[in-house]
T-cell receptor
Framework: GIQVEQSPPDLILQEGANSTLRCNFS?????LQWFHQNPWGQLINLFYIPSGTKQNGRLSATTVATERYSLLYISSSQTTDSGVYFCAVPQGAQKLVFGQGTRLTINP | GAVVSQHPSWVICKSGTSVKIECRSLDFQATTMFWYRQFPKQSLMLMAT?????????EQGVEKDKFLINHASLTLSTLTVTSAHPEDSSFYICSTGRGANTQYFGPGTRLTVL
């Protein structure tokens, strides 16, 4: 099956810093999603991004499908950005395969 | 997007007992629901696909007799962990949606087996 790798596994930053999270995948995909899992465990979809670039406030994402990677950018980090960020790709019609996640800690 | 709820939010039980976790789709008719398990500091792993009115499909390595799934209506799927043991302690999350590209996740249920 498809493999999804994320880096870095952990990231600790001061409030206000910018960060880039990376997701590599082993096979062609027709979509890629970025999720934020808050400290209480709730998963929140951030982006559906099969290719190109999308922006939503301080967050933006870019997927280069031909090179099989996606990047999530967080600018001017806030403590509420803390949590785990997952990327996930579909395998088949309905199954999602998740990467191992990047644990982001934003210190005040 | 769809709203998905789970009950209970957390549960503590003794080893050997069975625990039922409910997943409800509050505003979406869910013919398919997914059950994931997440161990501490690890990723989500799909356990099974729950299909309304038919048998669930389990991922390789998941014991179907231990993790009983019932999807009796378009709004409710249940996961029963039978004869739970400490190694079953985990965070269980359900999701539903219109295919892999549109998935909505419940808030999760934290199970602790003593």
């Amino acid at each position: 099956g498809i493999q999804v790798e994320q880096s870095p596994p952990d990231l600790i930053l001061q409030e206000g810093a910018n960060s880039t999270l990376r997701c590599n995948f082993s096979d062609s995909v027709n979509n890629l999603q970025w999720f934020h899992q808050n400290p209480w465990g709730q998963l929140i979809n951030l982006f559906y991004i099969p290719s190109g670039t999308k922006q939503n406030g301080r967050l933006s994402a870019t997927t280069v499908a031909t090179e099989r990677y996606s990047l999530l950018y967080i600018s001017s980090s806030q403590t509420t950005d803390s949590g785990v960020y997952f990327c996930a790709v579909p395998q088949g019609a309905q199954k999602l395969v998740f990467g191992q996640g990047t644990r982001l800690t934003i210190n005040p | 997007g769809a709203v998905v709820s789970q009950h209970p939010s957390w549960v503590i039980c003794k080893s050997g007992t069975s625990v039922k976790i409910e997943c409800r789709s509050l505003d979406f008719q869910a013919t398919t629901m997914f059950w994931y398990r997440q161990f501490p500091k690890q990723s989500l792993m799909l356990m099974a696909t729950s299909n309304e009115g038919s048998k669930a499909t389990y991922e390789q390595g998941v014991e179907k007799d231990k993790f009983l799934i019932n999807h009796a209506s378009l709004t409710l799927s249940t996961l029963t962990v039978t004869s739970a043991h400490p190694e079953d302690s985990s965070f269980y999350i359900c999701s539903t949606g219109r295919g892999a590209n549109t998935q909505y996740f419940g808030p999760g249920t934290r199970l602790t087996v003593l």
